[in-house]
């Protein structure tokens, strides 16, 4: 009784934290388009949601031609913006700031799982 007890937790548990991924991804992509990613492609965008973005300071006597984007928070998540992971690195000049907003690849981000992995 108890060990199916457990179970029925640890399924629950399971199921509301994937739920709260799915809510948070809805930000950037439709329910389509989540629908219709591999399982691996979700794992990414799953550890996309806290391993995604940083700031780097602006290089200094640098002309930067990236879009501008306004954080109002310290830490930053792609779906913060409505921003999708791409196949290549994003970057956004922050308004106001004297930083970068950099959004790592899905190839990156990738790479960093399985590295973790091993």
Same mark, same amino acid.
């Given at each position: 009784m108890n060990g199916k007890l457990f179970l029925?937790?640890?399924? @629950?548990?399971?199921?509301? /934290?994937?739920?709260?991924?799915?809510?948070? +991804? +809805?930000? @950037?992509?439709?329910?389509?388009? +989540?629908?219709?990613?591999?399982?691996?492609?979700?794992?990414?965008?799953?550890?996309?949601?806290?391993?995604?973005?940083?700031?780097?300071?602006?290089?200094?006597?640098?002309?930067?031609?990236?879009?501008?984007?306004?954080?109002?928070?310290?830490?930053? /998540?792609f779906t913060d913006f409505g921003l999708k992971i791409e196949d290549f690195t994003q970057y956004f000049i922050v308004k106001n700031q004297n930083k970068l907003l950099v959004v790592k690849s899905s190839y990156i981000l990738d790479l960093e799982i399985k590295n973790k992995k091993k």
């Open positions: 029925i937790l640890l399924f @629950s548990s399971n199921n509301l /934290n994937a739920q709260n991924y799915k809510k948070e +991804l +809805l930000k @950037s992509y439709t329910t389509q388009e +989540l629908n219709g990613f591999t399982k691996s492609k979700i794992t990414i965008l799953e550890y996309a949601l806290e391993n995604s973005c940083y700031f780097t300071p602006l290089p200094e006597g640098k002309t930067m031609d990236f879009p501008e984007i306004e954080v109002k928070k310290q830490v930053a /998540n």
